[in-house]
């Protein structure tokens, strides 16, 4: 398990309001290895993204990309179709396999489907970079991009291991629904730029 870590931050601040916030969950679901926290993480995610679209007073649009839609030709067209007003902002979210960028410090998400990865999968992967430069493309006021996977060479073992730490009751209690709008609202209403986090660094 490893710590999410922030490798880039371009951020400044806004007084606009977003009108939507789309959110894009990709889970490999089916995989034998780690499938059942990627689900239990896909569920997570779906729940937060509707706080966060709450908090904000923002419409929210949600696309869920797991089990049998769980592949690269999904992933693009899902992307490809977004629709963003000016002050809109999009939560794209990746749990699954990763592997090494040669062209990049940002992983590959590996984007086949069914519990048994082979070649072909390494060659459907998609390059986080590739998904980056589309959403900006799409004029986003603001971006967040996260990848829970793996970042190493290929066939190393094949990543079985993954997800977020996890945190202590005591250290996730929130006070009151005051601090859970507050924290959303200081995320999403005030920024803008591209945000991509990831949980692992090169090689790991």
């Not at 990709?26 to 896909?42: Q, R, W």
């Not at 779906?46 to 679209?53: D, E, F, G, T």
């Not at 007003?85 to 990049?104: C, K, M, R, T, W």
């Not at 629904?177 to 090689?203: E, P, R, T």
């Amino acid at each position: 398990m490893k710590s999410i870590i922030f490798f880039y931050f371009f951020l400044s601040s806004s007084i606009c309001l977003a009108q939507t916030l789309h959110t894009i969950l990709v889970a490999d679901t089916y995989d034998n290895d780690i499938g059942e926290s990627c689900l239990a993480d896909f569920h997570n995610l779906n729940v937060q993204a509707s706080l966060m679209a709450k908090s904000c007073n923002y419409n929210h649009k949600l696309y869920r990309i797991k089990a049998g839609d769980f592949c690269k030709e999904t992933v693009l067209n899902s992307l490809n179709g977004l629709k963003a007003s000016p002050e809109d902002v999009v939560l794209f979210y990746y749990a699954g396999h990763g592997i090494d960028d040669q062209n990049s410090k940002w992983p590959k998400l590996v984007l086949e489907n069914g519990p048994q990865k082979t070649e072909q999968g390494l060659i459907e992967a998609l390059p986080l970079t590739k998904i980056e430069s589309i959403i900006v493309s799409k004029g986003f006021r603001f971006s967040m991009l996260i990848t829970d996977c793996c970042n190493d060479v290929e066939n190393s073992e094949y990543m079985i291991s993954r997800g977020f730490k996890e945190v202590s009751k005591d250290a996730s209690k929130v006070k009151s629904i005051a601090d859970i709008d507050f924290f959303y609202q200081g995320l999403f209403k005030n920024q803008q730029g591209i945000l991509l986090v990831s949980s692992s660094s090169q090689k790991e």
